[in-house]
């Protein structure tokens, strides 16, 4: 059911990550974004309630979407989340509840996915787009067309699945995981060990299983893995891999803000009117990314990488 909306109305989008929560605002005027670090079990209902309060602005929420590193059951309780097992059992979606009548949520890597792939207007009907979002883990979402391919949810997700020789272990528990290596700290310790033609090697079996299981035909690498360490370093460690699949590889001009991007589109989805509010959301994140923009290509690369 979709929802009618008033000039006063707004929508927001949360974002909430193993580092960061971050909290959006789009109206019909613009928008606002705030962030905060990602706090612990004791202070997380205060700290969302405060960043969706100074958000809102006293607007009426029409929907909220919501952009999740963390595993929710049923009842809206996070039911896994190895970067923090600590949050297990919060009750998240009644928090938010308290805000919009309406709260859609899904796994970060989904909505990344969902704002890489709408923003590509070029992609054919039955082109399947995969989004890798680095940051303090790593996301992966796919989509075909208008379809979301479910890929598991927290530890039993693409991430958390072994390729090549990978070893170093995982907080979820078992060793070798993708994420160990793909991840910003995995990047950086793999990089440091001379392991990153290990990485290439995992990368290509990587985006070979994509390719094969889901067809995928691009990879979209996003996240503020980008920002950290420079969409060229990216480009020399996974370009290669990534053909040699068979799969185009792309860096995100929006590498930051795509989960967020993607959990505002889960809110226009409910709306009336929804490709004006889309394109409201557009505007706004790519506003947001040239307000927020960091140097990029700023990590430092062992001559041996």
Known sequence: MQVSSTPDDCILGIDLGATFVRVARVDGWGGEFLSA???????????????????????KVRCLGLSRAPAMDSQGHISSWPSQPQWTGLPLLKWLQQYAGTVISA????CATLWEHR?????????????VS?????????????????????????SHERFAMLDLPCRCGKYGCLQTALCVPGLEQINAQGKIEQL????????????IRYGVNLIVIAGGGVDRFGPGFLRRTLMTSALAAGVELEIS???ALSGMGGALLLATDQMEERQRWARRVREFIHQEVERLLLPTGVYAE???A
């Open 200 to 211: 290439r090697r995992a990368f290509y079996e990587f985006a070979h299983a994509l390719k």
């Open 134 to 158: 680095i940051g303090t883990g790593v996301a992966i979402g796919l989509m075909r067309g208008t379809e979301v391919l479910p890929s598991g949810e927290g530890a039993d997700t693409l």
């Open 253 to 255: 001009s929006t590498p």
């Open 107 to 110: 796994d970060d890597g989904i």
């Open 119 to 131: 923003s590509r207007a070029r992609v054919a009907a039955g082109a399947a787009t995969a989004c």
């Open 302 to 304: 062992p001559a041996s």
């Open 37 to 59: 670090p990602t706090p612990s079990p004791i202070e997380a209902e205060e700290v969302i309630r405060s960043l969706i309060s100074r958000a809102h602005r006293g607007k």
